[in-house]
């Protein structure tokens, strides 16, 4: 019997087409086992995670075009995906990410994030991931130490691990993440101190360590990343001073370092750097006068150096300033008379008590 020359055609056709959206075997197997250790109750996500053509049908995985291997993970518990809406309800995963997630070799975005129940500690083969560009691991309850070899993901742009409760210390060979933009740590149990070389980071833009239990001083080499643009080490166990060149970074726009145990006097810079507009140094034991630097292109959105021990009048340079949102120098040794002018004719007195003997509105008259 001889076959029609149009149904050979198509035939051909579809085995082509097949073969080309259907993930190789191994990455499938690997996505399975990655399943296989997790539990999603409510959602149902996993559903999708059936059949052979995992490049296109299961939920949060893709892959490249032009090698059909899976390139992306992405499953976020807080989404406005329509399988959240119809659930009305976030997300909530129990289990642990299996190292088999490391045979996906070509993967170069993993996201597990916001699914608050996910334990056990991040996979150490991680780090033979050779292409991975993002790693959010955030708002789960993952324990154990950052991998030791973290430093090996070159290509590495987002490193975010929040939210969770990873201990240890940060491991020295995050220095070599030559590619890093984003490192966001806040809200774990991080002990230790920051690496000194930490400035090698030299496409960082955001260094987040907030609420961990980080001691030692603030490396002065932080201030050589030109383009870090927001620092946020509140609520650690910092102590010594804060570097002087933290004045003069280019485009730092919000510095937090409040709740620690920083001591000396505050860099006149800070005030008198333009670009920044939130200042939170409140809940150390900062010492000194203010220094008298505001100026027309002073703009802060919000400025916080409450609960410290700096002493001194309240400088008037302070009325020159283009804008000044919200302050607070409130628990300090300040004395003297509180400026008339904007922006202190609309702050309220809290603003301003428990200091040594300031007066005039909106506290008692001289």
């Known amino acids: 019997m001889q076959l029609n020359g149009n149904f050979l055609t198509a035939a051909v056709v579809l085995f082509f087409a097949t073969a080309a959206t259907a993930c190789q075997p191994s990455d499938r197997a690997a996505l399975l086992s990655f399943k296989a250790a997790l539990n999603e109750p409510y959602l149902g996500i996993f559903d999708t995670w059936k059949g052979e053509e ?41 289990g642990s990410i299996s190292p088999a997630v490391c045979g996906l070799d070509r993967l170069t975005t993993l996201v597990i994030a916001d699914w608050k129940a996910i334990s056990g500690e991040i996979p150490e083969c991680i780090t033979t991931l050779p292409r991975l560009r993002i790693l959010d691991l955030i708002g789960n309850k993952i324990s154990g ?133 939130i200042l939170n140094l409140s809940r150390n034991s900062f010492e000194g006068h203010l220094p008298d630097v505001f100026s027309p292109k002073t703009y802060f959105t919000a400025i916080d150096l409450s609960h410290n021990n700096l002493r001194g009048a309240i400088p008037r340079s302070l009325s020159a300033a283009r804008y000044i949102g919200h302050m607070d120098l409130s628990h300090n040794h300040l004395c003297g008379p509180i400026p008339s002018e904007s922006p202190f004719d609309r702050l309220g007195s809290s603003s301003f008590a428990s200091n040594d003997c300031l007066c005039g509105t909106p506290l008692k008259a001289c």
């Not at 892959?63 to 976020?76: G, N, Q, S, W, Y």
């Not at 010594?240 to 860099?267: A, C, K, W, Y």
Request: glycine share 8%; charged share 20%.
């Open 54 to 94: 995992c490049c296109t049908n299961w939920y949060g995985v893709s892959c490249d075009p032009e090698t059909k291997r899976v390139a992306d993970v992405v499953l976020r518990g807080e989404s406005e995906d329509k399988i959240f809406e119809r659930a009305g309800r976030t997300g909530y995963m129990t």
């Open 145 to 277: 130490k950052i991998p030791a070899d973290i430093g090996k993901l070159s290509r590495l742009t987002v490193l975010n691990l929040a939210d969770n409760q990873i201990s240890g210390t940060i491991p020295p060979s995050i220095v070599n993440l030559n590619s890093l933009m984003h490192l966001e740590l806040n809200n774990n149990q991080l002990t230790g101190e920051i690496p000194s070389d930490i400035g090698k980071l030299t496409m960082m833009s955001r260094f987040l360590l907030r609420r961990n239990q980080i001691s030692g001083q603030i490396p002065s080499s932080l201030a050589s990343i030109y383009r870090l643009a927001d620092i946020d080490l509140s609520m650690n166990l910092l102590s010594g001073p804060i570097p002087s060149q933290f004045g003069s970074m280019p485009v730092l726009s919000t510095l937090n370092l409040d709740s620690n145990r920083l001591s000396g006097e505050i860099p006149a810079g800070l005030f008198s750097n333009s670009g920044i507009n």
